[in-house]
């Protein structure tokens, strides 16, 4: 059941659905089962190709990639796109990397649902956190290293936000950036500026689960240096967590 199924939109359906971060078997059970049974499929660029050999094959494809400063479908055309299929009596899958609620814009095109009585359901999936960090030997938390972590951003300047920056330069926690490679100057000197240490360990983890993973390490203050050798997508880690990650790797990267 639903909260928002009406008469007025028969069959017609959204499912939310996370991909994880690239490895196709990090698929939850129920991810696979929609994008299989879909029949239209809108996705975006971080979405592996291997996952989208998985798709019905009968479905409609529909890529909506967005790159930094490069968007190729604004956020309310996909709105309305998901709207329009939805109304055709189509099951639609709305397909994105990770989890969809993670920095993601999943809960923007969900309010447009709502807003249009589309019914919908969420499938969450493996943030990128989560699985590059696995993939590389890395635990988030650790008794010795880290009691917290954080999920930050890498846009905010972008987004005209600011953050507490006080409040993450602290020693037993562990930062996790999203879109971070472009910002890493700003983020190192943020964070040495607000008393993180210099030698803190980072690490870089690029394409992170997929066959192409590769991962950087070093400190703080030489992030925007490594990130210079990093391509997207990369997850920026900062703490003191990273540096188990030549002990604990189980890949050969
Ligand atoms: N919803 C996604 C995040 C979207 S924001 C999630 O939950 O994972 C896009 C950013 O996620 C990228 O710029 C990068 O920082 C990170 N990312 C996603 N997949 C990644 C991967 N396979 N390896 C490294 N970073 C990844």
Redesign the pocket.
């Known amino acids: 059941m639903t909260k928002h199924a009406t008469s007025a939109n028969q069959g017609g359906f959204v499912s939310l659905v ?1 991909a ?3 490895d196709p078997d990090l698929l939850t059970v129920k991810a696979l089962r929609l994008i299989q049974k879909a029949e239209v499929v809108l996705y975006d660029r ?1 979405v592996s190709e291997e996952i989208m050999e998985l798709v019905n094959p009968q479905a409609e494809r529909i890529y909506v990639g967005k790159r ?1 400063n490069l968007h190729c479908v604004p956020q309310d055309q996909i709105n309305q796109v998901l709207v329009n299929k939805a109304r055709e009596n189509k099951h639609v899958v709305r397909l ?9 814009r ?1 809960g923007e095109e969900l309010e447009k649902l709502a807003a249009e009585a589309i019914p919908y359901e969420v499938v969450p ?5 989560a ?2 960090t696995a993939y590389a030997g890395i635990p988030l938390t650790h008794r010795d290293h880290a009691q917290s972590v954080h999920f930050i ?2 846009h905010l300047k972008r987004e005209g936000m600011e953050v507490d920056w006080s409040g993450f330069a602290k020693g037993n926690t562990t930062l996790v ?5 472009k910002e890493s100057p700003n983020i190192q000197a943020k964070l040495m500026d607000n008393g993180l240490d210099g030698d803190t360990p980072i690490a870089i ?6 066959v192409n ?1 590769r991962v950087l390490t070093g400190t703080l203050s030489t992030l925007s240096e490594i990130a210079m050798q990093a391509i ?5 880690v900062v703490g003191s967590v990273t540096s188990l990650h030549k002990q604990l790797s189980w890949l050969d990267n």
């Open positions: 996370g994880g971060p690239g971080l930094l994105k990397g990770g989890d969809p609620f993670m920095f993601g999943g999936g493996i943030t990128a956190a699985g590059c951003t890498g950036f999203y879109m971070g490679l983890i690029e394409r992170g689960t997929t993973q997207s997508p990369s997850l920026i």
